[in-house]
């Protein structure tokens, strides 16, 4: 969801080719002023922090990886294994675990290398931009630009706490290696036993990482296509750049800016991108907090949907709501 204000920048920088994230400051002013309505001794302090963001990363990402690389998942970063055990207790404790992590992203590719797989580090620096931007947190500026723009009201970052106790919030249901499937939000001692999310549970984080996650419901998914295409969360020509194709993935396959596109049938067809090398693994499952509905909704449910995961993916088929 960090389609909006990293978007812009993206679109505003991208074409020159500005290194991440210190050669963003050359087209900040241009970016505050057009796109978030910030002018003069305010727009200073917004590129002074971003110029901030800088001082974490090794010079080689600073001079060679720039927000194009981000977006498009051909940054050729990577980071350590992330600790899958650890649960989470605060939303603090959440944003400075992916910051550090972030900081300790290497460079082990060459930057703008066609890739189909998104580094965690590639979405946790684009919020980490966003925030120095906009001047508040990933969450909160999600939830009041992109989800209340578009009237998608029920959608959310929502906590654990928040999943636990409100019953329109659907579970994840795990396999685990006996055969037996449980509610992994209530059993965050239990971990999937499959390769590409292997211990993982989403119930662990308290809230989703910082340029990733949150619940949805499907009439919100529809609102927000809605909004995309109809100038309300992006002006058209930036939305036409933000889903245009970057990357040739196959012969008729591309990557946009964070989604997946396909030729089918004479038609552009648009999905979220899910790749078994993205550390967020879990997060990144098609579905996995598609959770919330109102009451007065119909139920519904995904196909092949029985409440729990049929291929060791906690969420993936399951239904929208318990």
Same mark, same amino acid.
């Given at each position: 969801?960090?389609?909006?204000?990293?978007?812009?920048?993206?679109?505003?920088?991208?074409?020159?080719?500005?290194?991440?994230?210190?050669?963003?400051?050359?087209?900040?002013?241009?970016?505050? =002023? %057009?796109?978030? #309505?910030?002018?003069?001794?305010?727009?200073? &302090?917004?590129?002074?922090?971003? *110029?901030?963001?800088?001082? $974490?990363?090794?010079?080689?990402?600073?001079?060679?990886?720039?927000?194009?690389?981000?977006?498009?998942?051909?940054?050729?970063?990577?980071?350590?294994?992330?600790?899958?055990?650890?649960?989470?207790?605060?939303?603090?404790?959440?944003?400075?675990?992916?910051?550090?992590?972030?900081?300790?992203?290497?460079?082990?590719?060459?930057?703008?290398?066609?890739?189909?797989?998104?580094?965690?580090?590639?979405?946790?620096?684009?919020?980490?931009?966003? =925030? %120095?931007?906009? #001047?508040?947190?990933?969450?909160?500026?999600? &939830?009041?630009?992109?989800?209340? *723009?578009?009237?998608?009201? $029920?959608?959310?970052?929502?906590?654990?706490?928040?999943?636990?106790?409100?019953?329109?919030?659907?579970?994840?249901?795990?396999?685990?290696?006996?055969?037996?499937?449980?509610?992994?939000?209530?059993?965050?001692?239990?971990?999937?036993?499959?390769?590409?999310?292997?211990?993982?549970?989403?119930?662990?984080?308290?809230?989703?990482?910082?340029?990733?996650?949150?619940?949805?419901?499907?009439?919100?998914?529809?609102?927000?296509?809605?909004?995309?295409?109809?100038?309300?969360?992006?002006?058209?020509?930036?939305?036409?750049?933000?889903?245009?194709?970057?990357?040739?993935?196959?012969?008729?396959?591309?990557?946009?800016?964070?989604?997946?596109?396909d030729i089918i049938n004479g038609q552009w067809m648009f999905q979220?991108?899910?790749?078994?090398?993205?550390?967020?693994?879990?997060?990144?499952?098609?579905?996995?907090?598609?959770?919330?509905?109102?009451?007065?909704?119909?139920?519904?449910?995904?196909?092949?949907?029985?409440?729990?995961?049929?291929?060791?993916?906690?969420?993936?088929?399951?239904?929208?709501?318990?």
């Amino acid at each position: 969801m960090t389609t909006d204000v990293t978007g812009f920048i993206a679109c505003d920088c991208a074409a020159d080719r500005v290194p991440l994230p210190g050669g963003l400051v050359h087209a900040t002013d241009r970016f505050l =002023e %057009a796109h978030l #309505g910030v002018r003069g001794p305010a727009s200073s &302090q917004a590129c002074a922090d971003i *110029r901030e963001i800088r001082l $974490g990363f090794g010079k080689d990402i600073a001079d060679q990886v720039n927000i194009h690389h981000l977006l498009s998942g051909t940054s050729g970063l990577d980071i350590p294994d992330e600790d899958v055990q650890r649960i989470f207790q605060s939303r603090d404790e959440v944003h400075e675990y992916y910051e550090q992590r972030a900081r300790q992203a290497k460079l082990v590719g060459v930057p703008g290398t066609p890739d189909t797989a998104h580094a965690e580090a590639e979405v946790t620096i684009s919020a980490l931009i966003m =925030e %120095a931007v906009a #001047g508040t947190t990933y969450w909160d500026y999600v &939830q009041e630009n992109i989800f209340k *723009r578009c009237g998608m009201t $029920g959608s959310a970052f929502y906590t654990r706490p928040q999943w636990l106790t409100d019953k329109h919030i659907a579970h994840p249901y795990m396999k685990l290696a006996d055969g037996s499937v449980v509610d992994a939000l209530r059993n965050l001692d239990k971990g999937s036993p499959y390769p590409y999310v292997l211990g993982k549970n989403p119930g662990r984080a308290f809230i989703d990482a910082p340029g990733d996650g949150g619940f949805a419901t499907a009439r919100d998914l529809v609102r927000f296509a809605h909004a995309l295409s109809d100038g309300t969360v992006l002006d058209r020509p930036w939305a036409d750049v933000l889903t245009a194709a970057k990357i040739p993935h196959g012969p008729a396959s591309f990557g946009a800016y964070g989604i997946a596109i396909d030729i089918i049938n004479g038609q552009w067809m648009f999905q979220r991108r899910w790749q078994p090398r993205c550390r967020r693994q879990l997060e990144h499952l098609p579905g996995h907090r598609l959770g919330r509905r109102h009451p007065q909704q119909p139920r519904l449910r995904r196909r092949g949907a029985a409440g729990h995961d049929r291929a060791g993916n906690a969420g993936h088929h399951r239904s929208l709501a318990r």
